[in-house]
């Protein structure tokens, strides 16, 4: 089974930029997509990309046009190239591999806080 472990998250004033990266041990991402999520205190997990092992993308509607995806095979891991962040932004963020092992929102992910 393959672990993902998500970094990158910090503090950032709104209208900054952060990359988070998710990188993968005990396999690949080939022949998979891997999803970034996430949630805020007392809020639902939020799918808000995913991204295919050819590079096919998905944005939710509350990230697209800001959010980047992307990913390197070779790297092991999955970006997610956060742009004019928001304070509604502010959430700890998760990657997981979609899928019936789908972890979601599940452990600690990595804290994005965007302040005005």
């Known amino acids: 089974q393959v672990q993902l472990v998500e970094s990158g998250g910090g503090s950032v004033r709104s209208g900054g930029s952060l990359r988070l990266s998710c990188t993968a041990s005990?396999?690949?991402?080939?022949?998979?997509?891997t999803g970034w999520y996430r949630r805020a205190p007392g809020n639902e997990c939020e799918l808000i990309s995913t991204?295919?092992?050819?590079?096919?993308?998905y944005y939710a509607d509350s990230v697209k046009g800001r959010f980047t995806v992307s990913r390197d095979n070779a790297k092991n891991t999955v970006y997610l190239q956060m742009n004019s962040l928001k304070p509604e932004d502010t959430a700890a963020y998760h990657c997981?591999?979609?899928?019936?092992?789908?972890?979601?929102?599940w452990g600690q992910g990595t804290q994005v806080t965007v302040s005005s």
């Open positions: 997981a591999t979609l899928g019936p092992h789908n972890t979601g929102c």
């Open positions: 005990g396999g690949t991402f080939t022949d998979s997509t």
């Open positions: 991204i295919s092992s050819v590079g096919t993308t």
